[in-house]
Nanobody, 118 residues
Framework: QVQLVESGGGLVQAGGSLRLSCAASGRTFSVYHMGWLRQAPGKERRFVALIRWSTGITTYGDSVKGRFTISKDSANNTVYLQMNNLKPEDTAVYYC???????????WGQGTQVTVQS
């Protein structure tokens, strides 16, 4: 099992920035990728970004390209999501995820709320 603990959400004005963190523990050697998805009220969970753990290759959802940056600290098994130029439509619960192979999301964090006010 892999445990994920998120932090860093909050309330911010449009155009502002936030950084989310996700610390992994447990069987982290099995993780192929880590990333973030988000879910707005009444909507499906949507992909935001992921990073392949061994290569550092990143992938982003279209709506966040150029504004969000995902990075990792391998020594501390932590993934970060730097969110800049936030928009009200970025408001959602952000979930950290980890997968043991590309295309799967096998482990989830508890979620952290991000609210962007216009």
């Amino acid at each position: 099992q892999v445990q994920l603990v998120e932090s860093g959400g909050g309330l911010v004005q449009a155009g502002g920035s936030l950084r989310l963190s996700c610390a992994a523990s447990g069987r982290t050697f099995s993780v192929y990728h880590m990333g973030w998805l988000r879910q707005a009220p009444g909507k499906e969970r949507r992909f935001v970004a992921l990073i392949r753990w061994s290569t550092g290759i990143t992938t982003y959802g279209d709506s966040v390209k150029g504004r969000f940056t995902i990075s990792k600290d391998s020594a501390n098994n932590t993934v970060y999501l730097q969110m800049n130029n936030l928009k009200p439509e970025d408001t959602a619960v952000y979930y950290c995820s980890a997968g043991i192979q590309l295309g799967t999301y096998d482990y989830w964090g508890q979620g952290t709320q991000v609210t962007v006010q216009s």
